[in-house]
């Protein structure tokens, strides 16, 4: 139980464009989804936390108009990369958190997102 | 954003031997977890500590959630080559906001 799948899974793009990643809790009910970003041979960094129905909380640096997150069902949240540019590209990681097997407390990941802007 | 800090960087052995890293912080945290992150996928969760003194063990692996709240380590024990990848601590300091906060990785590459 309590697997994330997240769509695409790669995803290559213009300079300019806009790009939306999904991420989906499978088999449990997700009241909170975080999203995370890791660069290249570095650590997972937060960039928001959103919870169902309420507007996302950004991390300091991240900016909340440029990474737009809805979070509209307790198994779907989307993460929209707006006017994407080079400097975006990296790994994009959702988890979630809820009402699954195990302590409440637990964040199951999804497998990732690989956002290549050219 | 704040990190805990992790070591080694990176471990290069030969399989059957023994792994020891650790995490440590400034900051005390409620809980500790410990991922496995192969390339291209997600962190897969290996273990979880919940009180402080507490020793874990998943197979091959323990882990120990240290006393001041404020480090933990990993052992992998008779290392194969599935266990390459890179692990990460990551701790949760609990409260309204309740953010896990990652390590800074450590590679593990076992020769066979």
């Known amino acids: ?118 | 954003g704040q990190q805990l800090n992790q070591s080694p960087q990176s471990m290069f052995i030969q399989e059957g031997e023994d792994v020891s890293m650790n995490c440590t912080s400034s900051s005390i945290f409620n809980t500790w977890l410990w991922y496995k992150q192969d390339p291209g996928e997600g962190p897969v969760l290996l273990i979880a500590l919940y009180k402080a003194g507490e020793l874990t063990s998943n197979g091959r692996l323990t882990a120990q959630f240290g006393i001041t709240r404020k480090d933990s380590f990993l052992n992998i024990s008779a290392s194969i080559p599935s266990d390459v990848g890179i692990y990460f601590c990551a701790g949760l300091n609990g409260g309204a906001t309740n953010k896990l906060i990652f390590g800074t990785g450590t590679l593990l590459a076992v020769q066979p």
């Open chain 1, 1 to 118: 139980g309590a697997v994330v799948s997240q769509h695409p899974s790669r995803v290559i793009c213009k300079s300019g464009t806009s790009v939306k990643i999904e991420c989906r809790s499978l088999d449990f009910q997700a009241t909170t989804m975080f999203w995370y970003r890791q660069f290249p041979k570095q650590s997972l960094m937060l960039m928001a936390t959103s919870n169902e129905g309420s507007k996302a909380t950004y991390e300091q640096g991240v900016e909340k108009d440029k990474f737009l997150i809805n979070h509209a069902s307790l198994t779907l949240s989307t993460l929209t990369v707006t006017s994407a540019h080079p400097e975006d590209s990296s790994f994009y990681i959702c988890s979630a958190k809820g009402l699954a097997s195990g302590s409440s407390d637990t964040q199951y990941f999804g497998p990732g997102t690989r956002l290549t802007v050219l």
